[in-house]
Nanobody, 123 residues
């Protein structure tokens, strides 16, 4: 069982930056691939970024490539999402999730989810 708790969301102006954190419980954190997803009002949940257990390999949605960076610190059981050059269309609730399928981008392949953190980008 893995419990995930996100933090770091908030209100930021367009062009600004935020760093999201996701703290995980358990002693096998490095055994899980981690992902970030987001869901805007009235829209379906979408994949944002994923990182393998070792942290070596990452994947990004085209919409955030070059602006967002996913990373993890296995010693701290934490995964991060650094978001730069934020746009109003990045406004959403951001969720972190854990999977045993490294590099997965489909939400249904993730076994554990956090409660989400709101990110609002004003124009």
């Amino acid at each position: 069982q893995v419990q995930l708790v996100e933090s770091g969301g908030g209100l930021v102006q367009a062009g600004g930056s935020l760093r999201l954190s996701c703290a995980a419980s358990g002693r096998t954190f490095s055994s899980y691939g981690m992902g970030w997803f987001r869901q805007a009002p009235g829209k379906e949940r979408e994949f944002v970024a994923a990182v393998t257990g070792s942290g070596i390999s990452t994947r990004y949605a085209d919409s955030v490539k070059g602006r967002f960076t996913i990373s993890r610190d296995n010693a701290k059981n934490t995964v991060y999402l650094q978001m730069n050059s934020l746009k109003p269309e990045d406004t959403a609730v951001y969720y972190c999730a854990a999977t045993v399928m490294m590099g997965a981008t489909a939400g249904e392949r993730y076994n554990y989810w956090g409660q989400g953190t709101q990110v609002t980008v004003s124009s």
